[in-house]
């Protein structure tokens, strides 16, 4: 059964500053992992979408990584700003299905 | 390209009641799929539409239905609702669903939040 665990849940930083969030899975037989952020109340936005040939995606101040064999990915965000301030939250496919466990999230809140 | 849209985006009802929700996917995705977002739960898998057919259903009571048209638009229902379904529910769309070549994004709608009084 694939879980999805995400560290740390909450995270708070000065305005500039480089992070990195971590997301893990137990069933290392994914096609894709991908990561979203979600501002309060609203829908998830997608970020970027890592598949399982790939080790790394990159979009503007964001880059993701991706570790089959030791069930990891990682989000790095440079040079944060306030309006990163959002919940960031991973997804990987459940193998022979078209389903998608999420994890819990990190919420993350970027001082001005 | 418009995206995803959700109707409606908020909606009251009391216990016992039934509710029916409507998904709009972006224009030449034929998945669609529904998440139960709540704060103890997180996101949970309700279940999968591609071309009107259901691929997958999550471990949610038979309560939780849900359908898909042949122009792809999803509704979901939830029949004698329960303090418990107050939650905010997602539709993704998405060219075919997760497959092999894991190239496909999920694209999320604004959600549907319904409160259970």
């Known amino acids: 059964k694939q879980e999805v665990t995400q560290i740390p849940a909450a995270l708070s930083v000065p305005e500039g500053e480089n992070l990195v969030l971590n997301c893990s899975f137990t069933d290392s037989a994914i096609y894709n992992l991908q990561w979203f952020r979600q501002d309060p109340g609203k829908g998830l936005t997608s970020l970027l979408l890592?598949?399982?040939?790939?080790r790394e995606q990159t979009s503007g101040r964001l880059n993701a990584s991706l570790d089959k064999s030791s069930g990891r990915s990682t989000l790095y965000i440079a040079a944060s700003q306030p309006g990163d301030s959002a919940t960031y939250l991973c997804a990987v496919p459940t193998s022979g299905t078209y389903k998608y466990i999420f994890g819990t999230g990190t919420r993350l809140k970027v001082l001005a | 390209k418009a995206g995803v849209t959700q109707t409606p985006r908020y909606l009251i009802k009391t216990r016992g009641q039934q509710v029916t929700l409507s998904c709009s996917p972006i224009?030449?995705?034929?998945?669609v799929s529904w998440y139960q977002q709540t704060p103890g739960q997180g996101l949970q898998f309700l279940f999968e539409y591609f071309s009107e057919t259901q691929r997958n259903k999550g471990n949610f009571p038979g309560r939780f239905s849900g359908r898909q048209f042949s122009n792809s638009r999803s509704e979901m229902n939830v029949s004698t609702l329960e303090l418990g379904d107050s939650a905010l529910y997602l539709c993704?769309?998405?060219?075919?669903?997760?497959?092999?070549?894991?190239?496909?994004?999920?694209?999320f709608g604004a959600g549907s939040r319904l409160t259970v009084l």
């Open positions: 890592i598949q399982s040939s790939q």
């Open positions: 993704a769309s998405s060219l075919s669903g997760s497959d092999s070549s894991g190239a496909n994004v999920l694209t």
């Open positions: 224009s030449g995705h034929r998945s």
